[in-house]
């Protein structure tokens, strides 16, 4: 007895048969993802601005218990939402934040810069024994000053960045540092919390971090509106 044959592919230009039930309305799948997530994520320990924000981010990372691990600069919201809307620059430590940035959501069509490819980072890197993402963070210049910092995968980016601040290099306007990772993923966090200068900040604590928490807290900050 031979097999009925496969069906063939659909015609490119028309969706295939629908077998299962879901929503497919981009906008209704956030809707209803942000109010899953207020309806089942402890957010009563945030400040009322950074609520939207740590939504975002629980959204990209289906992680409810995120809330307990967030700590934001009392200031983190008001300095990173008025530095973008006065045009500030992204300085990102991994293309994959930058690529994450939804730039509709921008609201001064802010740059977004990684320098990680830059031809100069390879040989500083090896100058300095440090990581390229390390050395890369050094190229960003005077552009640093006012701008808004995302840091989602290399703590060594984090660590060097205030290091440069300490040694008088331009001050940002909001650090998000969120590096993941098991040497120095911790210990960065600390030292973005604890810095001297008074930089806002905004941390996961502990190994969690990575460029979809990162490009989710940028795009918060970016509009205050959830969905847009």
Not at 40 to 45: I, P
Not at 115 to 142: C, H, I, K, M, N
Request: charged share 20%; proline share 8%.
């Amino acid at each position: 007895m031979s097999e009925a044959p496969l069906p063939g592919p659909p015609r490119s230009d028309s969706p295939p048969a629908r077998l299962y039930d879901y929503v497919t309305d981009p906008a209704e799948i956030y809707r209803r993802s942000f109010a899953q997530v207020r309806a089942e994520a402890d957010l009563s320990g945030l400040p009322e601005d950074a609520r939207t924000v740590a939504v975002r981010m629980i959204h990209a990372s289906g992680d409810l218990e995120l809330p307990r691990s967030l700590a934001l600069h009392p200031r983190l919201v008001a300095a990173a939402r008025g530095a973008l809307e006065g045009g500030a620059t992204i300085f990102t430590d991994a293309y994959m934040i930058a690529s994450g940035v939804t730039r509709r959501r921008l609201p001064a069509d802010n740059a977004v810069r990684c320098l990680l490819d830059d031809p100069r980072v390879p040989e500083r890197a090896r100058a300095w024994s440090t990581t390229r993402s390390a050395a890369a963070v050094s190229f960003w210049g005077e552009e640093l000053e006012g701008a808004v910092v995302a840091i989602g995968n290399a703590p060594t980016a984090l660590f060097h960045l205030l290091e440069q601040v300490a040694a008088g290099g331009p001050r940002p306007a909001a650090v998000l540092g969120i590096p993941v990772g098991f040497v120095g993923s911790a210990e960065s966090k600390v030292a973005l919390v604890e810095n001297p200068w008074d930089l806002p900040y905004l941390v996961v604590h502990g190994r969690r971090g990575g460029s979809a928490l990162c490009a989710s807290a940028i795009n918060a900050l970016a509009q205050e509106e959830e969905i847009a």
